[in-house]
């Protein structure tokens, strides 16, 4: 890799028509249209060009007509009730034709608190037919209508890749390294765009990255230029400059998921000094959910990326460290001290480490339904989107005791549930009580010897293909919603065999320790493992909730732990270890 530092600028937002994107407003009550056009003209319409119209068949003509001109819509908003179809109907009509553009519902005052909008709102964004909603605007200018108009054009534009502080990656073609150097951007959760190096845009950068660059070439917004950098270098540019293996910490965090990155807010506000390690970039699993709705004091729901990302932003600023790219592929503690063994460099030092390495899901490897992961097909738990199953039909994949647990919950809600097993009998892999229950429940069916082959659905699911394991044939099947529970794994081999782990992997924290394994007289704090000192917090913990506010939750309470466990120096009760205190690492 080389490094040029500065060249001034970069391409700017690029849109395909030349009066700009387009916001679209439709509301039958002309007032209220009257206020959300003067609102948007006002605020908006030096960027945007502003359309409103009074119908739904006006609105979605006009939509039409931008789309067949290759126009860019960034937002429609439509009042709730419409002649004809509801405001729901239309965004998620608009949806077929711009497919990029975010969708608001307009909501009046009067209906706000009120139960049948409340429903109608929470089945819309449930089923993807409308990204927010927003209360009509009524004083001027209206600051609480524009930070939700805003938010939703920030939205477009990161999607758009249109945002401000965009990096650049100039390729030859969109395969190869350029493409694996775009997927370590998206990782990290860094806005980034490609172009090609013969298009206009690729060839104004490489003039301006000077004579002879090599590619693929990675463009900052501070004009600094990588020119085919490694992983872990276009990470340590994009996010972090420090060099870890010179640096003590009190605390390394392994994973930067909801759990690490809690963790990381609150040990280093507390006054921690604190490093946070990822093979990846930031998020962890909650980067693959497009809309976290059950996070408290996020009524709208919010990407997995966003969260990421404040959270990261908000660590940073509180003066923690992080190193992405970057596995921790062994533990072991000398004396007072742990290290933890980093896959691109050597051992960092710690007083104290925290396992926050999450689990992976086993995915289904169907490329037709990966895109519709959150639009109707879900992993893990069902609890938060079961209601918004209501009257469908539903498939749960897995024959273990989750997918059953996960089946009988859904069938409260949906029309019809079925049951896919890949064996051919339910004895295997699930307790006999629930078989039974399984049997008992109407709405109900079990299909053995099946898997999933195929599916698909516009912006949400709507077919699945399933085939018959023993004879070959294929069905096609109408679902509004799979669940695919086929095992969740956690990523906890690295470990040396001082942390105790349950028979899948899963590290047993305090009261689920083994007394055999815990080596101190002192009794374990909550979330210590079985090598004092050294926690684990979130999904990859034995017995933990899987899901982004018990993660969140148990990084804080981690750091609770920490501050006990160093004022009590509770850690190395010299002379009292049941064992030696060395561990050694693998
Ligand atoms: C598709 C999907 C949708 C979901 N939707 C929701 C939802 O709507 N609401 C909800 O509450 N929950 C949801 N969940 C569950 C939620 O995302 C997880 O419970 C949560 O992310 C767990 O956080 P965590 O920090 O414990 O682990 P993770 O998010 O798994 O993060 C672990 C991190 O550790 C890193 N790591 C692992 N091993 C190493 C190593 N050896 N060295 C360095 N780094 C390592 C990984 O790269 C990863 O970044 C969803 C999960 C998925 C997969």
Redesign the pocket.
């Known amino acids: 890799m080389s490094l040029i530092p500065r060249i001034a600028g970069g391409p700017g937002i690029r849109v395909r028509s030349m009066s700009g994107p387009v916001l679209v407003a439709v509301d039958e009550d002309a007032g209220a249209l009257r206020d959300v056009e003067r609102e948007l003209r006002d605020r908006y319409a030096r960027h945007y060009r502003v359309v409103c119209k009074r119908s739904s068949q006006e609105a979605l003509a006009c939509l039409e007509e931008l789309a067949a001109a290759g126009e860019e819509v960034a937002l429609v908003l439509a009042g709730q009730w419409l002649a004809g179809m509801t405001g729901s109907e239309l965004l998620d009509e608009a949806r077929h034709l711009h497919p990029h553009a975010k969708r608001g519902l307009l909501i009046a005052w009067g209906a706000w608190g009120d139960r049948a909008t409340g429903e109608a709102i929470f089945d819309s964004i449930a089923h993807g037919r409308i990204d927010h909603y927003m209360l009509r605007p009524s004083t001027s200018p209206d600051e609480l209508f524009h930070q939700a108009i805003s938010s939703l054009l920030l939205e477009w534009a990161e999607a758009r890749r249109a945002s401000p502080y965009t990096i650049h990656v100039v390729g030859e073609s969109w395969s190869g390294r350029a493409y694996q150097l775009r997927d370590v951007l998206g ?1 990290c959760a860094i806005p980034h765009a490609f172009c090609l190096a013969d298009s206009d845009d690729g060839r104004a950068l490489l003039a301006k990255a000077g004579e002879g660059v090599g590619l693929p070439l990675v463009v900052f917004p501070d004009g600094t230029v990588l020119t085919d950098p490694s992983d872990a270098e276009v990470a340590r540019a994009a996010c972090s400059a420090v060099n870890v293996e010179r640096m003590d910490f009190d605390l390394v965090i ?9 963790a990381a807010v609150y040990g280093a506000s507390e006054g921690f000094s604190t490093l946070v ?13 497009p ?5 408290l004091g996020f009524p709208r ?1 919010l990407s ?1 990326r966003r969260l990421a990302r404040h959270a990261y932003e908000q660590a940073w600023v509180f003066g923690a460290n992080f190193a992405f790219m ?4 062994g533990l072991r503690r000398e004396h007072d001290d742990f290290y933890v063994a ?2 691109e460099s050597g051992a960092v030092r710690a007083r104290a480490v925290l396992l ?6 086993r995915r289904l490897g169907v490329p037709a339904l990966e895109g519709l ?2 639009a109707g097909v ?4 069902v609890t ?2 079961a209601p918004a199953m209501a009257g469908q039909d539903v498939y749960v994949l897995g024959g273990a005791n989750s997918a059953a647990q996960a089946a009988l919950h859904l069938a409260r809600y949906a029309r019809r549930v079925t049951l896919l097993v890949r064996a051919q009998s339910l004895g295997a892999g699930m307790s006999r009580y629930l078989v039974r229950q399984l049997e008992a429940t109407p709405r109900l069916r079990v299909r053995l010897g099946t898997e999933i082959v195929g599916g698909g659905g516009d912006g949400w699911l709507e077919h699945l293909v399933l085939r018959d394991r023993a004879e070959g044939s294929e069905e096609t099947v109408d679902a509004e919603g799979l669940f695919v529970m086929i095992g969740a794994r956690p ?2 081999e ?1 470990l040396p065999p001082e942390v105790d782990r349950d028979a899948r992997g899963f590290v047993l924290t305090g009261t689920d320790l083994r007394e055999r394994a815990w080596p101190l007289d002192r009794g374990p704090l909550l979330l210590e493992t079985s090598m004092p000192g050294v926690f684990a ?5 034995h017995g ?9 939750g ?2 804080s309470v981690a750091i609770q732990l920490l501050h006990r466990l160093f004022a009590a120096d509770r850690l190395h009760p010299r002379g009292r270890p049941k064992e030696p205190a060395v561990v050694a690492g693998r």
Do not use: H, M
Request: glycine residues 22%; charged residues 15%.
């Open positions: 990782r392994v994973g930067a998921g909801p759990a690490g990155l809690s390690v990822d093979e990846g970039g930031i998020g962890g699993q909650a980067t693959s959910s809309l976290i709705r059950n996070y729901g997995g970057q596995r921790a592929t980093l896959s926050a390495t999450g689990a992976s899901y992961n959150g879900f992993y893990g738990g938060s989107e990523r906890t690295w917090a979130g999904d990859v913990r933990s909730v899987k899901r982004v506010a018990s993660a969140v148990e990084g």
